[in-house]
């Protein structure tokens, strides 16, 4: 705390990024420190309050271009304070009403992933879903962050989202039935549904649970979209039984990640398929799927290799 003590000390009120600049280095220096609870208050404080008041700099210059790369390192310093200090909490409302301000592209990104911070900690954060899902539909840009925004909604504040549940599922299916998006967007998208089905797994068609099943399988190829699409089978499997049963295919492949990189995922996910299927498979199948699959012992490779 020190060197903060120095910073705060010597601050003076400047139009120069540079002064900022040092400012922020500083407190991400402040966040490797274990602090004790008032050493923390007075830091916060400080930071957002006088004499530095990053708030309300990062709200005066953020349309300005000199700003914007102090602009976003602020908003991810921002972020990883409200991700490690509980204390934080008495700036969340100002923290949410800077992050829905309008930014560039860039900037806005990352003002949506610091407002993430804030969803999961704070029904504040959940405000202007409306607003969010109309621009994760109609917007070219910050999809794959807005995507995550809405799936933590939907797992931290089931209250907020009720009423528009059907309507988040049926963007975030729309998303996934286009082939103009990014990797990038496909996997946020995966990882919105996982928090939606948290709380509304069971609320939703079955024909359009197939029908995500159909996508959701595709996906598995793509390196970067793998530990969300296993998480995915791993956690709900159940939900798409019928079609777990009939498609040994999709077992197989995940079967054969488990001497890959991704095993400790596909152990799990392996698992959680043949238990859905088992919920409605005849009996002379259910036994070759316990005798061929299911793996007692625990999810470790010899435990698999003895199961193949």
């Known amino acids: 705390m020190d060197e903060w003590e120095s910073v705060v000390k010597s601050y003076q009120e400047s139009s120069d990024p540079k002064n900022i600049t040092k400012v922020l ?15 923390t208050e007075w ?41 490690k200090y ?3 909490v008495i700036y969340y409302e100002d923290i949410v009403t800077l992050c829905l301000l309008p930014y560039d592209a860039q900037t806005r990104q990352q003002a949506l992933s610091c407002l993430t911070s804030v969803v999961t900690r704070s029904p504040l954060g959940a405000r202007d879903l409306n607003q969010h899902l109309i621009a994760l539909e109609m917007a070219t840009t910050c999809k794959a ?15 907020v989202v009720e009423a528009q549940m059907t309507n988040i599922w049926r963007v975030f299916l729309n998303l996934l039935d286009s082939n103009k998006h990014t990797v990038t967007v496909i996997k946020a998208v995966l990882e919105g549904i996982m928090g939606l089905f948290k709380y509304f797994e069971m609320e939703l068609p079955t024909m359009e649970l197939n029908t995500f099943y ?48 991704g095993r400790g995922r596909a152990g799990p ?38 199961c193949l």
């Not at 957002?48 to 991810?76: A, G, H, M, Y």
């Not at 499997?237 to 054969?256: D, N, S």
């Not at 409605?280 to 003895?306: F, H, K, M, N």
């Open 25 to 39: 280095k500083s407190a991400e220096i402040v966040l490797l420190e274990d602090l004790a609870s008032f050493e």
């Open 43 to 83: 830091f916060l404080s400080t930071l957002f309050r006088q004499p530095i008041n990053l708030l309300n700099k990062v709200s005066e210059q953020r349309l300005n271009n000199d700003w914007s790369k102090f602009t976003i390192n602020s908003f991810k310093l921002i972020g990883d304070i409200v991700t």
């Open 86 to 88: 509980d204390s934080a």
């Open 145 to 159: 962050p807005l995507a995550v925004l809405i799936g933590a909604i939907c797992e931290h504040h089931p209250d």
């Open 214 to 261: 159909d996508k959701l399988v595709g996906f598995l190829d793509l390196p970067r979209c793998e530990t969300t699409v296993l998480s995915l089978l791993q956690r709900h499997a159940r939900l798409f039984r019928e079609r777990v049963c009939a498609c040994a295919r999709v077992r197989g492949a995940v079967r054969a990640r488990l001497r890959g990189a």
């Open 269 to 306: 996910a392996l698992r959680a398929l043949h238990a859905a299927a088992a919920l409605v498979a005849d009996d002379a199948l259910l036994q070759v799927t316990s005798d061929r699959y299911i793996c007692p012992g625990p999810l470790d490779v010899p435990s698999y290799e003895a």
